[in-house]
DNA sequence: GGTTAGCACTCGAAGGAGTTGAGTGCTAAC
DNA sequence: GTTAGCACTCAACTCCTTCGAGTGCTAACC
């Protein structure tokens, strides 16, 4: 009552001691829970008159009178950014990650989605990933693959993905038109941004190559489909169905509820939107998110940056009293690896300034 | 009492009339309810009778001495096989439907995908799709885009779908080199099945290429993987949340022990394999399910035909008292519709046969 | 003989009273 | 400053009653 500054030593361990309990009971903490849990010295009487002051100062509330501690807003987030060991390496994790990453190196969409699974599978919460739309689309290679006489696959290759899509022409052309057509297109569009793919390159393309503007319409299309695609941020969401398993949803209700917010796009753009320029993790808890529905839920987000750019995310969303021990460490670790990897490894953009002095 | 033989008319209708009910209340029906209900010209004494009837005979059930009926699996299957109405077509429906799926054409396993995602729209319920790995995979060509000096796109282009990979080579290599190589590979392979892709044919490419054999192996290796694309079937569920608004789940262990079930291969597999080699539609009731697990389940199961081939399916998986009516007539529409499409449009393995008479 | 009205009976659902137990706040003693 | 002790609170549980929808059966009716 006299003085309501900061927490002292002994206030934070009992708060960590109730927040650690009450992550792992999902049950109001009593204090004599915690005077027999933890061999503090201190009866429970002690701990009761610590948790009041706890309470009076807005680390912990109590559902009803006689009930044990709840752990606040305020008081996660004293947990999160002060009494968080460490991450801990986890080498027999880590082999694991990798081979189920290795295979989907090569583009950031796929390896962004493997991500979302992988933490999802660790930390048992749902995990949202995006990709990045690069705001500015360089082309780098147009490429046309003739599929049969009428139908051709369009791939365009911008920063680190591969875009692909398959148009029908108004009328049967040869295999090789459409691999001369190839080259055509490939000279005209790569390394340019994707501004500069306008309907007047259409001209161009159809004089240079001498074949008739409707049947080029088709193939410009698919290149804008594919632009795109590139442009949009792309969401996806894994392991939805893992956060029934969570005793917070007791009531179908409240299930319903979480999954029709968790599909509302504006939501979505705010879990993932939550996470500033800064390179780390951010973790926003209960009342510190934005959107009302999302007040009993916390929300860890990372962004992954490979040479300074963002190529997306991946953000897990659980109750509020979730591990975040797991989850922060896990999701770090995640970051760290896929982002030395991208950085001494494959992925498409990272080859661009190597000369090709080996050349076969 | 006196006999036990077929259902008369007002047996039936009574019948009839217990099931709507039923299905729309997801509430044992009354005799009361349904005398008030339809105007049969009958008292609820009598409907009571009737009812008392169709329990012997097994069509209806109580759940309990003094409440209302139920359909057991053999009144569902009654319904089914005589009592709906036949499909109406839906005009309002087509077109949506149709827009959807246009953009889809292209490709079975984007227009299936696309198929279950509509139905579970339209009935609200879970949609499980699969596309058929078709047995003998024909490579129809084989394509190789450079993406920068060492990263090239495999693409394979077997019937009426595209699958590609993007593999590293150990070295980089120029463009032009990788379209030669392109040229010599789907010269060798194009129009062979898919077992002709041997360790064999790489040293003929290699010779005929002069390009080192271990520089091949990336681009076989990512073949092979197209193809094992192809031949796996591949499973896809939607609107799995969906399910959530059923009253029948009235606890969250249900839901929760439905969609564990609802995970696992085993029973995706039966789900799935449940219809036979017939054209039509194929409908499995509550107990009549393999799977113990699905017992208080039905399926509605379209198998969908091109050409001769089945190219995959769509499912749709509900409580037992879901609402046939549409759930069948949905189905069946979107059979016709896909498949009727299929035939007259795009797709690219319905264009073999022509002749590239227009050619430009 | 089929249909109907009437009545006693059944049984789940809903609501309320009493009990239990974990937990609190407060006070007084150490 | 710490602790023991005590009165108090309140959700959760159990037990009990009431209520009503629905049944089966019987006797009367057309």
Same mark, same amino acid.
């Given at each position: 009552m006299e003085d309501k500054k900061e927490l002292d030593q002994r206030k934070a361990m009992i708060l960590k001691a109730v927040i650690d309990n009450y992550i792992e009971s999902f049950e109001p903490v009593g204090s004599r829970t915690i005077a027999k849990r933890y061999d503090m010295g201190l009866s429970s009487a002690t701990i009761r008159n610590e948790m009041a002051d706890l309470e009076e100062m807005g680390y912990l509330s109590s559902p009803h009178t006689s009930s044990g501690r709840v752990p606040s807003t305020k008081g996660y987030r004293t947990y999160v950014d002060n009494m968080l060991k460490p991450a801990i390496e986890r080498p027999e994790l880590a082999s694991d990650i990798i081979s189920k990453l290795e295979d989907k190196m090569t583009e950031y969409g796929k390896l962004i989605r493997a991500c979302a699974e992988i933490i999802s599978d660790i930390t048992q919460y749902i995990a949202i990933g995006t990709t990045k739309g690069s705001g500015k689309v360089i082309v780098k290679a147009v490429q046309l693959v003739p599929v049969d006489d009428q139908n051709v696959l369009v791939v365009m290759v911008p920063d680190g993905s591969i875009k692909s899509k398959l148009v029908k022409l108004p009328a049967p052309i040869s295999a090789d038109r459409i691999i001369g057509l190839s080259s055509v297109f490939n000279r005209t569009f790569s390394g340019k941004p994707a501004e500069f793919i306008s309907l007047m390159s259409i001209n161009r393309i159809s004089d240079e190559a001498d074949i008739a503007r409707d049947m080029l319409l088709p193939i410009t299309d698919g290149i804008f489909d594919c632009i795109r695609q590139c442009e949009a941020d792309e969401f996806f969401t894994e392991g939805? /169905?893992? @956060? @029934?398993?969570?005793?917070?949803?007791? /009531?179908v209700d409240k299930a319903r509820d979480f999954i029709d917010m968790i599909q509302d796009k504006d939501v979505l753009e705010q879990i993932v939107n939550l996470s500033d320029d800064e390179s780390g993790l951010t973790v926003s808890i209960g009342t510190e998110n934005a959107s009302d529905g999302l007040s009993d839920f916390s929300v860890v987000s990372a962004k992954f940056n490979v040479d300074g750019n963002c190529i997306g995310s991946v953000s897990v969303v659980g109750p509020t009293r979730m591990d975040y021990q797991k989850v922060i460490s896990s999701l770090e670790y995640m970051k760290r690896m896929l982002e030395k990897k991208a950085a001494t490894d494959a992925g498409p953009k990272l080859l661009e300034d190597k000369n090709g002095e080996d050349q076969i």
């Open positions: 939805a /169905s893992r @956060l @029934l398993k969570c005793p917070e949803f007791d /009531s």
